[in-house]
C-alpha cells in the first residue's frame, strides 16, 4: 500500500519550495521503489481572501486518512497572522497531537554562518514542546482601561506532557551523541520551571547512557551563539524553544536553510513538515527562493515514514549541492535560481 501525503503548498515561496521538495522526493522515491501518493490542497491565504476560510470546516477530517502534511508556508501581506495561525497551523497540530516541534541545526560546508568560526562541527537539533505550556489560553484581562489594569496568562506543565517531549529527546540523542541540554528558568519561575526539571531528571534516569546538562535560557541562547558545536539535542518548553530554534536557525546562516517537523511521535495521526521560513513576499514569484529547508523538511518525513536511507540521499544530495558555489541561491551568497538547485538535487539523485 503506497503511503498517501496531503501537499499543502500555501501562499507565496510555499508553492514554489513545494514544488522544489515534490521533485526532489519524485526522485528519490523512484530511486528507491518508495510508493508514495499525493493529493494537493490549496489551503491559503488566498483562498481566505476568496472564500473567508483559510482551509474548510472538515479540513482536519479529510487529512486525517493520510500519513504525512507536508506544507509549504502560509500568511500574505493584509491577512493578519492570527488568520493564518488558528485558521490553519494551529488546528492541525492540535487535532493531530503533533506534541513534538523537531528542528535540526546544521552549518554546511560552503554555508556561512554569521558566527566567526562556526563550521560543520555544529550539528544539533532542538526539541520543543508543541502543544502545552506557556501558550496557553488561560487567563485574562481584568480593569480595562482603568488605573490597576491588569493581565494574567497561565502556563500548564503536566507530568505527561514534559514527561512524553523529555522521553523523545533522550531517545533521540541515544542515536546521536548521546548528550541533552534541558532549557530552563527555575531560578526565576518557581512552580512550573522546577516541575519541568524534575520530570526531566526522572526521564534522564531511564537513560543512563545519555548525559544531561541542565541550562538556564538566558545562559543557554548566549551558549548557542559563543559555542554551537557543544550540543547534540536541546530539548525546551513551547516558549523557550520557540525562541531558541529561531535564534539556532539564525546561526546556520540562512532561514531558508531550516526544516521543521511537527510530530506525532505514537504515529496515531499525520505528522507535518514544513520549513521554517514564511512565506516571502519580498521574493515571492521571482524563482529564487533557497529549496533547502523545503526539501530537508521533506528528508525529516521520509525518515518518520521508514525510509531512512532514502532520507540520508537527500542529504547527501544537500551537502553535495550547497558544497557547490554555482548551486547556491541569492540569501547564500550565491546566483542560483530555484530550479537551478531542484536540478543539481535531483543529479545527484539520479
Ligand atoms: P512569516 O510571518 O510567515 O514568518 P516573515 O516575513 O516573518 O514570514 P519569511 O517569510 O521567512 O519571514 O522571510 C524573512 C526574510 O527571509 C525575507 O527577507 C525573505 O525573503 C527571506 N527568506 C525566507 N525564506 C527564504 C528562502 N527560502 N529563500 C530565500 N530567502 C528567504
Ligand atoms: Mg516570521
Known amino acids: ?53 483559510m482551509m474548510p470546516a472538515d479540513a482536519i477530517e479529510r487529512l486525517r486518512p493520510y500519513d504525512a502534511i507536508l506544507l509549504g508556508a502560509v500568511g500574505w501581506p493584509g491577512v493578519p497572522d492570527h488568520v493564518s495561525l488558528w485558521g490553519l497551523l494551529i488546528p492541525i497540530r492540535r487535532a493531530f497531537r503533533q506534541y513534538v516541534n523537531l528542528r535540526p ?71 546521536r551523541r548521546s548528550h541533552v541540554t534541558s532549557a530552563t ?36 541562547a548566549a551558549k548557542v551563539v559563543l559555542d554551537p558545536g557543544r550540543f547534540d ?36 495521526h499525520p505528522s507535518m513538515f514544513e520549513p521554517v521560513h514564511g512565506s516571502a513576499p519580498d521574493i515571492a514569484g521571482q524563482g529564487i527562493a533557497n529549496p533547502v529547508g523545503a526539501v530537508w523538511s521533506a528528508a525529516l518525513m521520509l525518515e518518520h515514514l521508514g525510509h531512512p536511507a532514502a532520507a540520508a540521499d537527500v542529504m547527501a544530495a544537500v551537502e553535495a549541492t550547497l558544497a557547490a558555489p554555482e548551486t547556491r541561491t541569492r540569501d547564500l551568497g550565491g546566483t542560483a535560481d530555484t530550479a537551478a538547485v531542484v536540478s543539481s538535487l535531483v543529479a545527484h539523485l539520479g
Open 1 to 53: 500500500m503506497p503511503q498517501r501525503i496531503a501537499v499543502i503548498p500555501g501562499d507565496g515561496i510555499g508553492v514554489e519550495v513545494t514544488w522544489a521538495a515534490r521533485q526532489v522526493l519524485d526522485a528519490v522515491t523512484r530511486k528507491h521503489g518508495v510508493p508514495f501518493t499525493y493529493d494537493e490542497y490549496d489551503w491559503s491565504c488566498q483562498r481566505y481572501a476568496a472564500a473567508g476560510e
Open 105 to 175: 541545526i546544521r552549518v554546511f560546508e560552503g554555508v556561512r554562518s554569521p558566527l566567526r568560526d562556526a563550521g560543520p562541527e555544529v550539528d544539533f537539533v532542538v526539541i520543543r514542546e508543541n502543544v502545552e505550556g506557556e501558550y496557553s489560553e488561560i487567563g485574562g484581562r481584568l480593569n480595562r482601561g482603568f488605573p490597576d489594569e491588569f493581565a494574567v496568562q497561565e502556563s500548564v506543565f503536566t507530568r505527561p506532557g514534559v514527561t512524553r517531549i523529555a522521553r523523545f529527546a533522550f531517545e533521540l540523542a541515544a542515536t
Open 185 to 220: 528558568k527555575s531560578n526565576g519561575i518557581v512552580h512550573t520551571l522546577p516541575f519541568w526539571d524534575e520530570v526531566v531528571a526522572e526521564v534522564a534516569g531511564e537513560f543512563p547512557g545519555v548525559r544531561t546538562q541542565s541550562e538556564h535560557i538566558d545562559a543557554l
Open 233 to 268: 539535542v536541546i530539548v525546551a518548553s513551547n516558549l523557550f524553544g520557540d525562541i531558541l530554534s529561531d535564534l539556532a536557525a539564525a546561526v546556520a546562516g540562512s532561514i531558508g536553510i531550516a526544516p521543521s517537523a511537527n510530530l506525532d511521535p505514537t504515529r496515531t
